[in-house]
């Protein structure tokens, strides 16, 4: 059975460190765009990040570039998202997706004081 898995949220302080995990199984991820998303209570959900299969092209939404960097690790089947200097605003539930629309379930972030 194939799953995408989210790992790593968590309430830290503005100013703060994340670094979220999106793990398959049941299939390799390393022939898919896989991309990330974020959604916010009454907020529409909003695409973050995305990076290529091969890992050379990387996108970013204004909100996040040069805070944010996305990176795979085909070994580990794995997609990170390193998110730095975290503000109020970017707490929302994130999730993973890979190209074709299977999405994983989430993790909440929470930046606050």
């Known amino acids: 059975q194939e799953h995408l898995v989210e790992s790593g949220g968590g309430l830290v302080q503005p100013g703060g460190s994340l670094r979220l995990s999106c793990a398959a199984s049941?299939?390799?991820?390393?022939?898919?765009?896989i991309g990330w998303f974020r959604q916010a209570p009454g907020k529409e959900r909003e695409g973050v990040s995305c990076?290529?299969?091969?890992?050379?092209?990387?996108y970013y939404s204004d909100s996040v570039r040069g805070r944010f960097t996305i990176y795979r690790d085909n070994a580990r089947n794995t997609v990170y998202l390193q998110m730095n200097s975290l503000k109020p605003e970017d707490s929302a539930v994130y999730s993973c997706?890979?190209?074709?629309?299977?999405w994983g379930r989430g993790t909440q972030v929470t930046v606050s004081s």
């Open positions: 990076i290529s299969a091969s890992g050379n092209t990387t």
């Open positions: 049941g299939f390799t991820l390393d022939i898919y765009a």
């Open positions: 997706v890979r190209s074709g629309g299977f």
